[in-house]
């Protein structure tokens, strides 16, 4: 185990041009490490093709290097050079069914180090070494190991193949160029895999920039996911204790209800107890009078009951028992049918919440990206009916068609003062907010700005014009830019006596499109909407220095 060590520390350390441990360190640019005289006859022999290339890596630079000293390496070879570092023992050396051997060895063959794309030849680090100190090698181009180096042979004349055929897109020997393939355009293969080299650097650095942008995507979905799993917590959270609060004043109000009734029951069956006991005397009274006439009707003795009876007193009817004729017992049967009534609300209140609160629910989705409409027919799905607001156009504008239509006029209108009316500039507003995903076309004519606000725009001096500022973004159709907060960008093309402009809000996409026959992109934008937008148009009745009274843009109705 100590002695596998001890070889990776002396492979670690050595010096793939010498193949010995590292003399003077440098490291250039791609982080590959050499004795100082290895790489600066390796970068001499180069100077010639005007091309520098790192001899591990490959990795080719458009100027000489600069070398730099690497001082921890060399204090870390002098310190392993102190611990008796031995050389790998020779079985490892050797090359095994999967290996490439080298082709210079003979009996049992070593692990080839190197292979020349000159030599079409592999070699260890023994037979290698000629590659390395006499000058007639120093053309040679080393790589890794490959066990493909007879496909750099030409099939047809044996020879290598050094050259490139642009026209036909395949590697060629120089026998090739001056046959097969005279006459086309044909280069080194140096050259071409130059050129290759630089595309696919171009290709890498996109394919980078891709994997940042996704990356970033990830991280944003990632906090979305943080966001819908915190707002649906606190929902539930908040949603509990409502209903828990619903809940408790529901069982107040029953035992409101219980104990009124009791209260209730407890007046009532005090009045019936005392009804009941001045019935129950009554009765009593009249057992015991009846109880006497009974004796005195059993007596045999004539004279006794002609002279007791005249002294009865006449029967008289109760009170008690004639007002529970006319007056029927009450009970709490409407105390449930009020119960009953509330019940029945209640249920309905609860069934139309859970439609509307279900609905809610069902709204709610994760901010991802939606494919944006390509046809007209896609575009109008999104289209939304908009107007214009009285109180905030200018005094040199008016509207016609039903408040969908402005127009620059030279005289002055006598709007009444409000605090949403543009005083400087000739601009005018939508009634309606846009929120969501909204679609409207502009016809337009003369000198025309079409915008897309928040509210909060000011309403008097420079600033308010739309564009000038970071809170409205507008196309500039007479003269074909696009302006936000100050910066001026040209559009794509010309836009068409209509434009289309299509609101993603959400995702944060505004988009101005030139319709005709087909949409025409002229301006998109990409940004993160705060507050509710607002449709704008601008009206001016300057056109090249002049007065032009044909200015006028109208909302166009779509179907």
């Given at each position: 185990?100590?002695?596998?060590?001890?070889?990776?520390?002396?492979?670690?350390?050595?010096?793939?041009?010498?193949?010995?441990?590292?003399?003077?360190?440098?490291?250039?640019?791609?982080?590959?490490?050499?004795?100082?005289?290895?790489?600066?006859?390796?970068?001499?022999?180069?100077?010639?093709?005007?091309?520098?290339?790192?001899?591990?890596?490959?990795?080719?630079?458009?100027?000489?290097?600069?070398?730099?000293?690497?001082?921890?390496?060399?204090?870390?070879?002098?310190?392993?050079?102190?611990?008796?570092?031995?050389?790998?023992?020779?079985?490892?050396?050797?090359?095994?069914?999967?290996?490439?051997?080298?082709?210079?060895?003979?009996?049992?063959?070593?692990?080839?180090?190197?292979?020349?794309?000159?030599?079409?030849?592999?070699?260890?680090?023994?037979?290698?070494?000629?590659?390395?100190?006499?000058?007639?090698?120093?053309?040679?181009?080393?790589?890794?190991?490959?066990?493909?180096?007879?496909?750099?042979?030409?099939?047809?004349?044996?020879?290598?193949?050094?050259?490139?055929?642009?026209?036909?897109?395949?590697?060629?020997?120089?026998?090739?160029?001056?046959?097969?393939?005279?006459?086309?355009?044909?280069?080194?293969?140096?050259?071409?895999?130059?050129?290759?080299?630089?595309?696919?650097?171009?290709?890498?650095?996109?394919?980078?920039?891709?994997?940042?942008?996704?990356?970033?995507?990830?991280?944003?979905?990632?906090?979305?996911?943080?966001?819908?799993?915190?707002?649906?917590?606190?929902?539930?959270?908040?949603?509990?204790?409502?209903?828990?609060?619903?809940?408790?004043?529901?069982?107040?109000?029953?035992?409101?209800?219980?104990?009124?009734?009791?209260?209730?029951?407890?007046?009532?069956?005090?009045?019936?107890?005392?009804?009941?006991?001045?019935?129950?005397?009554?009765?009593?009274?009249?057992?015991?009078?009846?109880?006497?006439l009974k004796q005195l009707s059993d007596t045999e003795d004539?004279?006794?009951?002609?002279?007791?009876?005249?002294?009865?007193?006449?029967?008289?009817?109760s009170t008690h028992s004639s007002s529970i004729n006319i007056?029927?017992?009450?009970?709490?049967?409407?105390?449930?049918?009020?119960?009953?009534?509330?019940?029945?609300?209640?249920?309905?209140?609860?069934?139309?919440?859970?439609?509307?609160?279900?609905?809610?629910?069902?709204?709610?989705?994760?901010?991802?990206?939606?494919?944006?409409?390509?046809?007209?027919?896609?575009?109008?799905?999104?289209?939304?009916?908009?107007?214009?607001?009285?109180?905030?156009?200018?005094?040199?504008?008016?509207?016609?068609?039903?408040?969908?239509?402005?127009?620059?006029?030279?005289?002055?209108?006598?709007?009444?003062?409000?605090?949403?009316?543009?005083?400087?500039?000739?601009?005018?507003?939508?009634?309606?907010?846009?929120?969501?995903?909204?679609?409207?076309?502009?016809?337009?004519?003369?000198?025309?700005?079409?915008?897309?606000?928040?509210?909060?725009?000011?309403?008097?001096?420079?600033?308010?014009?739309?564009?000038?500022?970071?809170?409205?973004?507008?196309?500039?159709?007479?003269?074909?830019?696009?302006?936000?907060?100050?910066?001026?960008?040209?559009?794509?093309?010309?836009?068409?006596?209509?434009?289309?402009?299509?609101?993603?809000?959400?995702?944060?996409?505004?988009?101005?499109?030139?319709?005709?026959?087909?949409?025409?992109?002229?301006?998109?934008?990409?940004?993160?909407?705060?507050?509710?937008?607002?449709?704008?148009?601008?009206?001016?009745?300057?056109?090249?220095?002049?007065?032009?009274?044909?200015?006028?843009?109208?909302?166009?109705?779509?179907?």
């Open positions: 185990m100590a002695q596998k060590g001890v070889e990776l520390d002396r492979e670690t350390f050595s010096c793939s041009i010498c193949l010995d441990l590292l003399k003077d360190p440098v490291t250039i640019p791609c982080g590959h490490s050499y004795c100082m005289n290895c790489i600066k006859r390796h970068f001499d022999g180069e100077d010639k093709e005007k091309i520098h290339s790192c001899p591990e890596c490959r990795k080719l630079f458009q100027w000489r290097p600069v070398l730099v000293k690497s001082t921890m390496l060399a204090v870390l070879v002098e310190q392993l050079k102190k611990t008796g570092l031995q050389a790998a023992p020779a079985d490892h050396c050797y090359a095994g069914p999967e290996d490439v051997a080298c082709d210079v060895c003979t009996g049992r063959k070593l692990k080839a180090f190197k292979s020349c794309l000159f030599c079409l030849a592999s070699y260890c680090k023994k037979h290698l070494e000629p590659h390395y100190k006499s000058p007639t090698f120093k053309q040679h181009k080393l790589v890794d190991p490959s066990k493909e180096l007879q496909e750099n042979i030409c099939s047809r004349h044996g020879e290598v193949m050094k050259m490139f055929c642009c026209t036909d897109q395949q590697s060629i020997c120089y026998l090739c160029s001056v046959d097969e393939h005279k006459g086309h355009d044909t280069v080194s293969a140096a050259a071409e895999r130059t050129e290759r080299q630089r595309e696919v650097e171009v290709r890498r650095q996109n394919i980078q920039q891709m994997i940042q942008d996704k990356e970033k995507y990830v991280k944003l979905l990632q906090q979305e996911l943080k966001a819908i799993a915190h707002s649906a917590n606190k929902t539930v959270k908040d949603s509990r204790e409502m209903f828990t609060e619903m809940i408790r004043l529901l069982q107040e109000r029953s035992s409101d209800v219980e104990q009124q009734v009791r209260s209730q029951q407890e007046t009532e069956e005090s009045r019936v107890k005392e009804v009941q006991k001045k019935l129950q005397q009554e009765i009593t009274e009249l057992k015991r009078e009846d109880a006497e004539h004279n006794q009951i002609l002279h007791n009876y005249p002294s009865l007193s006449p029967l008289s009817q007056r029927p017992l009450r009970n709490f049967e409407d105390v449930k049918a009020a119960v009953t009534e509330l019940r029945k609300r209640l249920e309905d209140i609860l069934r139309k919440t859970r439609t509307n609160i279900s609905l809610t629910v069902t709204e709610v989705d994760v901010l991802l990206p939606q494919p944006e409409p390509k046809t007209r027919d896609e575009f109008l799905k999104y289209s939304c009916e908009i107007t214009l607001d009285l109180n905030t156009v200018h005094r040199y504008l008016v509207l016609t068609e039903g408040n969908r239509k402005v127009k620059w006029v030279l005289q002055n209108r006598s709007y009444p003062d409000h605090p949403d009316r543009f005083i400087h500039c000739y601009q005018v507003l939508s009634r309606e907010s846009l929120t969501g995903r909204c679609y409207w076309e502009v016809e337009w004519r003369g000198r025309v700005d079409i915008a897309v606000t928040y509210k909060n725009i000011s309403r008097a001096g420079k600033e308010c014009r739309f564009g000038r500022n970071d809170k409205s973004w507008t196309l500039d159709c007479s003269s074909s830019t696009f302006w936000y907060n100050k910066f001026q960008t040209p559009v794509s093309a010309p836009p068409s006596s209509r434009v289309g402009v299509y609101l993603d809000h959400r995702a944060g996409i505004l988009s101005f499109y030139s319709v005709s026959e087909t949409m025409t992109l002229l301006h998109r934008v990409q940004t993160t909407f705060t507050q509710p937008l607002y449709a704008g148009l601008g009206v001016s009745g300057w056109f090249d220095d002049v007065y032009f009274l044909g200015s006028s843009a109208e909302l166009v109705k779509v179907k």
